[in-house]
T-cell receptor, first 120, second 111 residues
Framework: GAVVSQHPSWVICKSGTSVKIECRSL??????MFWYRQFPKQSLMLMAT?????????EQGVEKDKFLINHASLTLSTLTVTSAHPEDSSFYIC????????????????FGPGTRLTVL | SQQGEEDPQALSIQEGENATMNCSYK?????LQWYRQNSGRGLVHLIL?????REKHSGRLRVTLDTSKKSSSLLITASRAADTASYFC???????????FGSGTRLLVRP
């Protein structure tokens, strides 16, 4: 149980285009999802917290107008990188917290497999 | 913000040896978790230790937590080549359930 998927797994786009990444909780409902970015050989940096039915909370230094987050349902959050540039090339990972008591109380996030974005 | 530091940054050992990774953090925490990441892949949750616990075991993994020193260690015993991966500690501190990740240790287990 507690599987999180991401789509696409990789994407290559031209500079200036927008890219949408989906994060889905497959077998549980997630009121809260998190988006991380990871540059090569570095750690995960939290970008934003996505809450179902409300606006996302962005970490300091993350441009909310550039990284649009929509958490429209209890199983889906999307991250749209608008007007992507080569410096946005990175590995984007989402995670989800479930409504289930065990997941919630343990603060265990379930991570998606990641999306590798390459902007040419 | 990234609050955890891990050492060593990289560790190379022979199969069968033990691997120890250390994590230090800066603020008070509710719990500390360890994750594994194979190259270019997502994260796999290994173990969670709460702030009122001092040691926890799971298979070949042993985690210790010293809240007075704000540090934790992950010990992998009898390592295998398949343990080759990056290992991250992550701290959870408040009701927001946000996790702050450490810098990671890249472990190479040589066959």
């Amino acid at each position: 149980g507690a599987v999180v998927s991401q789509h696409p797994s990789w994407v290559i786009c031209k500079s200036g285009t927008s890219v949408k990444i989906e994060c889905r909780s497959l077998d549980f409902q997630a009121t809260t999802m998190f988006w991380y970015r990871q540059f090569p050989k570095q750690s995960l940096m939290l970008m934003a917290t996505s809450n179902e039915g409300s606006k996302a909370t962005y970490e300091q230094g993350v441009e909310k107008d550039k990284f649009l987050i929509n958490h429209a349902s209890l199983t889906l959050s999307t991250l749209t990188v608008t007007s992507a540039h080569p410096e946005d090339s990175s590995f984007y990972i989402c995670s989800a917290l479930g409504l289930a008591g065990e997941v919630w109380s343990n603060n265990e996030q379930f991570f998606g497999p990641g999306t590798r974005l390459t902007v040419l | 913000s990234q609050q955890g530091e891990e050492d060593p940054q990289a560790l190379s050992i022979q199969e069968g040896e033990n691997a120890t990774m250390n994590c230090s953090y800066k603020t008070s925490i509710n719990n500390l978790q360890w994750y594994r990441q194979n190259s270019g892949r997502g994260l796999v949750h290994l173990i969670l230790i709460r702030s009122n616990e001092r040691e926890k075991h799971s298979g070949r993994l042993r985690v210790t937590l010293d809240t007075s020193k704000k540090s934790s260690s992950l010990l992998i015993t009898a390592s295998r080549a398949a343990d080759t991966a990056s290992y991250f500690c992550a701290t959870g501190g408040d009701s927001s359930y946000k996790l702050i990740f450490g810098s990671g240790t890249r472990l190479l287990v040589r066959p």
